[in-house]
Every structure is written in structure tokens, then in C-alpha cells.
């Protein structure tokens, strides 16, 4: 069996034995279909079956979670932690809170992470919780009470050294702060077992700031590879969450026009840019009042798009040069990417985890559009976040200069690593393959040196 057949097999495998599990399905079938050239290379890979041990979590937890609303009533949810991979490190990756969250999810997200984690170049296996728990709607009261009760199961699976969760979609500084409260208490340990915690307990200067900072400092970094820059240019951003609200600000603070937000019941476009007092707005909107991207319309007077991602108007917007997906994935769809590329579009960077469905990966290749890829371009997240755990670790704190200043080198190296890589194997300029080939490669050694598992 030559690389290619033995790659489909072990595809075919997975997909018979996780049924159902589309998104995993399809992070599976992009990273293996990647690494093919380098399994050309090192047969030990296929011999060692790398690929058949590296796509099995090492462990996977399923619990209930039984908490009281307001009004006293019983909900039972459903909570994951998937550990994945520790070959470089403790478990580590983020919990989603969100209805859509499901087995196979959490496994696409913890697969994704393990080359992500592994593409900063420190040393951090790869997890990934959460639970179909939908935070929207609900009191501060009723949060807490979830948080503690999910927690109140989670807490003996984790640790520092151990597996080291962080916010994602529907966790934010609040969960955070419920989770870790009821984890310290548990525990009687003061200890830096979630990353994400506010400054004032352990926290790091630049977390909050770091996915969307990272991914406008990895944008940066891709135009430089045609001599462009971000200043002056049209950039749609989807959604209005953490990611978003940082690449948001960097963008602008770069000189560039940020033109749409969205949430899940809609878009605004804003062709004056988004910055300054009307961020601070969004800001205040979507992490104080907890309200509805709508409402930044009717403040502003902007048009407002009900029901639609910014991919479906992009025929709409007088200009977009660069697509910035921070909601959720498979937002962008094939149709969507033909849109934008009649329009003009010169670069795609993935603030969410998968935002483009494989059709328009390949539409964005084909047409020369730079892309890139969520694992390489939203590392910064869980980069501070493994900077959160060294200065844990030396009971001390860096200012935000510091840590932006790391945080930039990380995302330089990063793209630096794929570029090479996808260079070396045959693919030069293609961002996905490279970064797939690098993040497996330092994880896939580390397995082979430390036996069979
Ligand atoms: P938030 O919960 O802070 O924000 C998510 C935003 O996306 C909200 O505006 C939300 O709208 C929107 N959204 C979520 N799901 C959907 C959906 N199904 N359809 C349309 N809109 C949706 O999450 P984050 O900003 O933290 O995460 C955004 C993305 O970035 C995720 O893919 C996450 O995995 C990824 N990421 C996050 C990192 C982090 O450090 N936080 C690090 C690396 C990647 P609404 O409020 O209406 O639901
Ligand atoms: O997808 C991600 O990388 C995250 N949600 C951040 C994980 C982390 O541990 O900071």
C-alpha cells in the first residue's frame, strides 16, 4: 500500500468507528490528507501507526451536570473534557458552553488543538471541554450554578500539571472566575489549573486581548509575503465575542477599516470602520449588557442584515480586501467564497477554529487568495495562555508589553514554520499544508521517543 491508499485507509477507519462525528471527520481527513509527503519520508510514522493513535483520544469524560434555575426548576446538561494528546505537555485547550456541543465537536476542537499546540513551540498537550449548556438568556445566578456544578465533576480530571482548560465560545471571564472559584474550594489549592483568570488572581496581562491580537499579527505576517500591509484596508470581521472584539481593535490600531460584526441573529455593516468610541460601544454591548450586535444598527444608524453571517452579503459591501471569520465553524461556505473573491478579496485569517468549509479552502487556494488556517492563526490564544502557566509557575506576573512582545515572536514563528514547511513539501505558499506537516511533526517525534501509548 503506497502513502496515499494507507492515508484513505486509516480515514476510512475513523469514519466507520466515530459515526456521526462530521466536524472530527473533517479535521481527520484535512491533517492526515496533509502529512502524506512526510509520511513518504518517515515510513517510521506508518510502521509506529502514528496516525491510527494520534486521531484516538488518550481520554475521553462524559458527565451530567445537574443544576437549579432561578425559579428552582432542575436542568440536567450534558459536560466533556476530551484529553487528547500529552505527548508535548499537560492536556490543554478551551471549554465551549453552547447547545451545538456534542461529542464529535469536542473532538474536532481537541484534534485541531493538538497542532495548534503544538505549532507555538511550547510545551502543551491538547484538550478540549465544554457542554450544551447555552449561557444566552440565563442570570449571573444561574451561570455560577452551572459553573459549579460542571466543575463539581471536572475539578479530579484536572490540574497545573495535569490538563489546563481556558474559555472558548460561551466562556468567557465570568465562567472563568465561577470555575475557577468552586475548583480552588474543591481543591483547597490555590493553583493555575484554567487559564484566562483575571489579572488580579493569577491571570496574564494581554489573555483577553491575545487570540484576536494574534491573528491581526499572523494577517500582518501573510501580507508581508507580497509587500502589503493592513493599513487602509476593507476588512470584514464575523462575530462580536471575544476574537473578534481584540482583532477588532488591532486591526483598526493597524490602520485598517473594519466594516461588519455580527452574532447569531445577524450582521452590521459599518463602512466608516468600527473603532474608537463605536468599539468601545460594542464593548460595553456584548460583555456588560450582554446584548444583541442589532443594537450597535440602530445606535449608529448602519445597516443592519437580520439572519446573515458577512460572507452571505459580501456582494453587498463596496469593497472587502480581507476576511477575518471569528464566530464559528463552517461559517464560510463554497458559495460565500466565490462571492468574495468576485469582489476582490486578497487574504482569509481564521480567528475561529474551522470557519471555512473545505470547498472554499480550496476555492480561496485556487484563486491565489492567502489563507490562513485557524491552527496557525489563532494560536495566539492559547499561546498567552501557556505564558499564563510559566508566570503561574513562577508565582510572578509580566507586564502587557512583555507578553505582547512574546506573543508577536510566537505568531512570527509560527508563520515562519509553515511557510517552510509547506515549502519543503512540495506545497510553497500553501499555508494548510504547512502548518498541518509542522505541528504534526514535533508531536509525532515526541510520540516515537516516548514509547508505545
Ligand atoms: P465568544 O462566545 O466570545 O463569541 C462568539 C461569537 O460568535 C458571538 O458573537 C456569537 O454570537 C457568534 N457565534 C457563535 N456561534 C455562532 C453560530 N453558530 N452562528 C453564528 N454566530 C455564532 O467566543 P470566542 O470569541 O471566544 O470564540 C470565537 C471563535 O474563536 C470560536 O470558533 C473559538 O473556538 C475560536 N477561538 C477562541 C479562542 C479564545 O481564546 N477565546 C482561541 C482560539 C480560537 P451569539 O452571541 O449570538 O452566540
Ligand atoms: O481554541 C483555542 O485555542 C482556545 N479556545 C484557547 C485555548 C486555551 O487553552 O487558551
New binding site residues.
Given amino acids: 500500500m503506497n502513502a496515499e491508499e494507507y492515508v484513505e485507509s486509516v480515514i476510512q477507519k475513523i469514519e466507520e468507528k466515530n459515526p456521526g462525528e462530521k466536524e472530527f471527520h473533517q479535521a481527520v481527513r484535512e491533517v492526515l490528507e496533509s502529512v502524506t509527503p512526510l509520511l513518504k519520508e518517515k515510513p517510521e510514522y506508518m510502521k509506529a501507526k502514528i496516525l491510527e493513535r494520534i486521531t484516538e483520544p488518550e481520554r475521553v469524560v462524559m458527565f451530567r451536570v445537574a443544576w437549579e434555575d432561578d425559579n428552582g426548576e432542575v436542568h440536567v446538561n450534558r459536560g466533556y473534557r476530551v484529553q487528547f494528546n500529552s505527548a508535548l505537555g499537560p492536556y490543554k485547550g ?1 471549554l ?1 458552553f ?1 447547545p ?1 456541543v456534542y461529542l464529535g465537536l469536542v473532538k474536532f ?1 481537541g484534534f485541531e488543538q493538538i497542532f ?1 499546540n503544538s505549532l507555538t513551540g511550547l510545551p502543551l498537550g491538547a484538550g478540549k471541554g465544554g457542554s450544551d449548556f447555552d449561557p ?1 438568556g440565563k442570570s449571573d445566578s444561574e451561570v455560577r450554578r452551572f459553573c459549579q456544578a460542571f466543575m463539581t465533576e471536572l475539578y479530579r480530571h484536572i490540574g497545573p500539571d495535569t490538563d489546563v482548560p ?7 471571564a465570568r465562567e472563568i472566575g465561577y470555575l475557577f472559584g468552586q475548583y480552588k474550594r474543591i481543591v483547597n489549592r490555590f493553583e493555575g489549573a484554567l487559564t ?1 483568570k483575571a489579572y488580579e488572581w493569577g491571570g496574564s496581562l494581554i ?1 483577553p486581548e ?3 491580537y494574534g491573528v491581526t499579527y499572523f494577517l500582518e505576517e501573510m501580507l508581508k509575503t507580497r509587500g502589503e500591509g493592513v493599513e487602509r484596508k476593507v476588512v470584514a470581521i ?8 481584540y482583532a477588532a481593535q488591532k486591526v483598526s490600531q493597524l490602520g485598517g477599516i473594519v466594516v461588519t ?5 445577524g450582521t452590521v455593516y459599518d463602512p466608516e470602520g468600527i473603532k474608537g468610541e463605536k468599539w468601545e460601544y460594542v464593548m460595553e454591548l ?1 460583555n456588560v449588557r450582554r446584548g ?2 442589532k443594537e450597535y444598527a440602530e445606535e449608529y444608524g448602519v445597516q443592519y442584515y437580520p439572519g446573515k ?1 458577512p460572507w452571505e452579503i459580501a456582494e453587498k459591501l463596496e469593497k472587502i480586501d480581507i476576511a477575518m471569520p ?4 463552517n ?1 464560510i461556505k463554497e458559495q460565500d467564497a466565490k462571492k468574495m473573491i468576485d469582489n476582490g478579496l486578497k487574504a482569509v485569517v481564521e ?5 471555512s468549509v473545505p470547498g472554499a479552502v480550496r476555492l480561496f487556494l485556487e484563486n491565489s487568495v492567502l489563507f490562513g488556517p ?1 491552527k496557525a492563526a ?5 499561546a498567552v ?1 501557556g505564558l499564563e502557566m510559566s508566570q503561574n509557575s513562577m508565582r510572578l506576573q509580566w507586564t502587557a508589553e512583555e507578553v505582547d512582545e512574546r506573543l508577536k515572536q510566537i505568531m512570527k514563528r509560527i508563520h515562519e514554520q509553515a511557510w517552510n514547511a509547506a515549502k519543503e513539501y512540495g506545497s510553497p505558499g500553501n499555508l494548510v499544508v504547512g502548518a498541518n506537516i509542522a505541528g504534526f511533526k514535533r508531536v509525532a517525534d515526541a510520540m516515537l521517543d516516548q514509547g508505545l501509548y
Avoid at 481556558?166 to 468567557?172: H, K, L, R, T, Y
Fill in positions: 478551551g465551549r453552547h451545538s476542537l495548534k444566552k481556558a474559555g472558548d465560545i460561551g466562556v468567557g484566562g489573555r491575545a487570540t484576536g464575523s462575530g462580536a465575542g471575544n476574537v473578534a472584539q460584526l455580527s452574532d447569531s441573529d456584548k444583541r450586535i453571517m471569528c464566530a464559528t465553524q461559517e480567528g475561529a477554529n474551522m470557519p485557524a489563532n494560536a495566539g490564544g492559547v495562555s
